[in-house]
């Protein structure tokens, strides 16, 4: 027989025990765990528990709040279909997801809602017989269950239209939508998915998720409704759908998914976009043709999620985008090559180096540190001598340089320690040290007689990473003179 589980810490037992006795006799089989003993197989035997329960009662007290137990034993119920339902025996912080499936106030032993309660789990204990498992409902036939789910769809669709409306009455009505399964039911879910309130939003995405597979066929057809909360929620409901699952979906869903991409605006596209790239390299041919024509949001986000996929095969069109009209296309372009990486990247990102727009250039430069390749070395030093290079961009083509690591950057680095800006000196000082060639001993010594303490510092550091003869002399020579005045006042006789 199905049973009611009861989820509680033991310095709340004495509230528990009220609970059982009111329980039992309103006629409810109760578990509460109270016989397991120290040493006992006490997770098995909770998980068994669970498992036969049409209901868990989570007992919540400022302790319970924190106690991984609780919450485990919450979440297990959730996600094997019982209904959850969370008492309050105390004013305390309640995760989201318990907020969403409407508490109980037990602070005030006056007014207890003991009749709510009852009835709650009365209805849970009628769906649990109804119910054997979420999605399935093998009590009623084809024509009651399209007129019931019929009629709570309508129902939540009114409430979810009302600002003011019960969200935890609106949770529940979810939770039993997730049960009964059906287009009408995914429907309505997916109409509450994209709701301003969190925990409607929680509610719906726990009853889809509920559904797991069986609700994918409805999503795919949901992506080219006319409805655009639908597509919507459509969108996320794939988007957030486990790897498998979306996977299962298959290269069917592209087309549709690309169809809101075109068509919708703002969190429709992102959500689309995301389910995309969940979907992996068979997404890329239709994200490459969206770059084509359409609006500017369309195209900057194909441009990103091509940059997130990663795949070789988005080269070509993304170069071609290096020479689009608008600026900030261009830089998400260069940041998807560097995303993307490989040597086939490499030309695109070079000629994005010597872009017009100081956000294209500084993006070429982070990519081409990041491709690890040497070949690159002798564009980040032609754009770092170029006269009119803004200062953003130079500190990005020397953090590029000190990642490449390669020596032949070594002089160039060494000229600019003599620049008249500050953060270039030391930028190049600690850059010289990240490459970790000798040949950057003597200007790094020279270094440490700047005028400016963070050069000098920079220097010093660099100087203990080269960890040559030479450098250690220099290091050991200045620690001995820092205590005094030994490189301010050669500075001084220098000047």
């Not at 006490?42 to 137990?69: N, Q």
Request: glycine share 10%.
């Amino acid at each position: 027989m199905a049973h009611i589980f009861i989820s509680y810490i033991r310095e709340n037992s004495p509230f528990v025990d009220r609970l059982r006795a009111r329980l039992a006799e309103a006629g409810f089989a109760v578990w509460t765990g109270g016989d397991l003993r120290a040493g006992d197989e006490w997770r098995e035997t909770v998980d068994l528990a669970l498992r036969e329960a049409f209901a868990v009662v989570v007992i919540m007290s400022r302790a319970a709040s924190t106690s991984p137990f609780i919450a485990y034993e919450w979440a297990c119920g959730l996600g094997l279909g019982a209904d959850v339902i969370p008492v309050a025996i105390e004013p305390t912080m309640l995760h989201p997801r318990l907020r969403a499936l409407g508490v109980l106030d037990f602070t005030d032993a006056r007014r207890a809602p003991w009749d709510e309660l009852i009835g709650r789990l009365r209805i849970g204990q009628a769906t649990r017989s109804y119910f054997a498992a979420p999605g399935a409902s093998p009590a009623l036939d084809a024509d009651d269950h399209a007129l019931i789910t019929g009629e709570l769809s309508a129902m939540s669709d009114l409430l979810l239209a009302q600002e003011d409306a019960d969200t935890g009455l609106i949770s529940r009505l979810l939770a039993v939508l997730g049960r009964l399964g059906g287009t009408a039911a995914v429907h309505a879910l997916l109409r509450a998915l994209p709701d301003g309130r969190p925990d409607v939003r929680y509610a719906a995405a726990d009853a889809l998720k509920a559904l797991g597979k069986s609700a994918l066929p409805v999503l795919q057809a949901a992506l080219g409704d006319e409805d655009a909360r639908l597509r919507e929620g459509a969108a996320m409901a794939l988007a957030r759908s486990a790897p498998d699952a979306l996977a299962g979906a298959g290269e069917t869903a592209i087309p549709a998914l690309i169809g809101v991409l075109r068509r919708d605006v703002g969190a429709q596209r992102e959500a689309a976009v995301a389910a995309l790239v969940r979907l992996g390299e068979a997404a890329v041919p239709a994200l490459v043709h969206a770059l084509d024509g359409g609006d500017w949001e369309q195209r900057a986000l194909a441009v990103d999620a091509l940059g997130r996929l990663g795949d070789a095969a988005a080269i070509p069109a993304l170069v071609g985008i290096l020479s689009d009209e608008d600026d900030d296309l261009r830089a998400r372009a260069t940041s998807a090559l560097g995303q993307i990486g490989g040597i086939s990247a490499l030309p695109g990102l070079v000629s994005a180096l010597g872009d017009r727009d100081g956000v294209v250039r500084w993006w070429a430069a982070e990519a081409l540190g990041r491709s690890g390749n040497p070949a690159a070395v002798p564009t980040l030093l032609d754009a770092l001598r170029a006269p009119h290079e803004d200062m953003g961009t130079r500190l990005a083509i020397i953090g590029a340089l000190a990642r490449l690591g390669d020596a032949e950057a070594v002089p160039g680095l060494l000229a600019l320690l003599r620049n008249e800006y500050l953060v270039l000196r030391e930028a190049a000082a600690r850059a010289l040290g990240q490459i970790g060639d000798a040949a950057a001993v003597v200007g790094l010594e020279e270094a440490l007689y700047d005028e400016q303490p963070a050069v000098r510092e920079a220097a010093l550091e660099a100087l203990a990473r080269l960890d040559t003869p030479q450098a250690r002399e220099a290091v050991e020579q200045y620690q001995r003179g820092e205590s005094g005045d030994w490189p301010f006042m050669a500075l001084g006789q220098e000047r």
